[in-house]
């Protein structure tokens, strides 16, 4: 019977971590006027909606529900005093604030009494979309999550790199075998952001003069990357496109210095 009852807790155990997986990929919403929920119950507070085509990105999966990073235009507010505004000198009229303390609560509202929906870091980079009194409206932290029913979600296609070509006398054919999968790489660079140009397509508006001497095109909020023109900062991001010049998404900007 003991040995029955040790079989169960673990099978049990088994359970529960395969419902905690974490998928971590691109989601494409499949209908619209969706809620993104606070916590993985249809009875929990509606953050905001998503609609038909939207892309979000997964992290985790419980029970029939994706846990999601939160789209820019979901509502998340942060206490001012809690961030210091950087210079407007470059970009008249844009705005941008450096928090200054550890692990800084997001909430849903303008007010302690709003619910919690993450947290920003010390030295984290946040673009400010509106303010009160107290309270700064900001584009959503890379630490700000809701929740979705994952009935309303279908996983985006993976991007693929073409095949190699093979040359057979001079005639060049395709090899046979399967394109292999993108790996989207995590990385941190620190260096000084500058204006890229603007040329019509082109995926990336800025660049990072890194301190390892190279260059990288960055792909991003154009507001916030605005705002931190000729400024040190730490970027984490993900490689999107290597070539003559790697593109990086922004995730994250942190200053440095």
């Known amino acids: 019977m003991r040995l029955f009852t040790c079989f169960l807790i673990l099978g049990l155990s088994a359970t529960v971590v395969f419902a905690g997986q974490e998928p971590q990929f691109t989601g494409v919403v499949n209908s619209g006027q969706i809620n993104i929920r606070i916590d993985s119950t249809v009875s929990s507070e509606t953050i905001c909606k998503a609609n038909k085509n939207d892309r979000l990105e997964v992290v985790k999966e419980h029970f029939g529900w994706y846990k999601v990073r939160l789209p820019a235009e979901a509502p998340a507010y942060i206490k001012k005093s809690f961030t210091v505004l950087l210079p407007e000198d470059k970009n008249p009229g844009s705005r941008t604030a450096k928090v200054e303390k550890e692990n800084v609560n997001i909430r849903l509202g303008p007010g302690l009494n709003y619910?919690?929906?993450?947290?920003?870091?010390?030295?984290?980079?946040?673009?400010?979309?509106?303010?009160?009194?107290?309270?700064?409206?900001?584009?959503?932290?890379?630490?700000?999550?809701?929740?979705?029913?994952?009935?309303?979600?279908?996983?985006?296609?993976?991007?693929?790199?073409?095949?190699?070509?093979?040359?057979?006398?001079?005639?060049?054919?395709?090899?046979?075998?399967?394109?292999?999968?993108?790996?989207?790489?995590?990385?941190?660079?620190?260096?000084?952001?500058?204006?890229?140009?603007?040329?019509?397509?082109?995926?990336?508006?800025?660049?990072?003069?890194?301190?390892?001497?190279?260059?990288?095109?960055?792909?991003?909020?154009?507001?916030?990357?605005?705002?931190?023109?000729?400024?040190?900062?730490?970027?984490?991001?993900?490689?999107?496109?290597?070539?003559?010049?790697?593109?990086?998404?922004?995730?994250?900007?942190?200053?440095?210095?």
Not at 135 to 162: E, M, S
Not at 184 to 207: C, D, M, S
């Open 115 to 257: 619910t919690l929906i993450g947290k920003a870091d010390k030295n984290e980079i946040i673009s400010i979309v509106s303010e009160t009194p107290d309270w700064y409206r900001i584009q959503p932290t890379q630490n700000c999550f809701g929740w979705i029913n994952k009935q309303f979600v279908d996983k985006a296609a993976v991007l693929t790199v073409p095949p190699p070509v093979v040359k057979a006398g001079q005639k060049e054919t395709v090899a046979s075998r399967k394109p292999a999968p993108l790996i989207q790489e995590t990385v941190v660079l620190e260096g000084t952001i500058a204006p890229y140009g603007k040329v019509f397509g082109r995926k990336a508006t800025h660049k990072l003069e890194a301190l390892n001497n190279k260059t990288y095109l960055l792909k991003g909020s154009k507001k916030s990357l605005d705002d931190l023109n000729y400024q040190k900062v730490r970027i984490t991001g993900v490689v999107i496109g290597t070539g003559n010049n790697t593109i990086i998404e922004v995730k994250k900007m942190e200053a440095a210095g």
